[in-house]
């Protein structure tokens, strides 16, 4: 379990950071992908991945300095769930390694 949040340590941290209005989503799809890389090194299910990363989501709101409205949570989560399916389950080329 402590593995899996470091994999995503650095993407709540940035997440929050969108949250407090700071980091921009090109910043988000950015520590999206690192954190998924990381996770597809170790060998973790896209399945997985993808829990981690609404987790991590979900976590980021709650640690923000300040409100996160439900409908701020839900927006960025249903922007970014087709992206992170996509990144969690594409293949991976060799260079991406």
Excluded: Y
Aim: proline fraction near 6%.
């Amino acid at each position: 379990m402590e593995r899996d949040q470091a994999d995503v340590a650095s993407l709540i941290l940035v997440l929050r950071r969108h949250f407090e209005q700071d980091a921009t989503r090109d910043d988000v799809r950015a520590s999206v992908r690192e954190s998924c890389n990381r996770m597809h090194d170790r060998g973790v299910p896209p399945q997985t991945m993808l829990v981690a990363l609404k987790a991590a989501v979900q976590n980021a709101a709650l640690d923000a300095r300040t409100p996160v409205s439900r409908e701020a949570f839900r927006g960025l989560i249903s922007e970014l769930t087709p992206w992170m399916i996509d990144v969690c389950f594409a293949p991976r080329s060799p260079q991406a390694r």
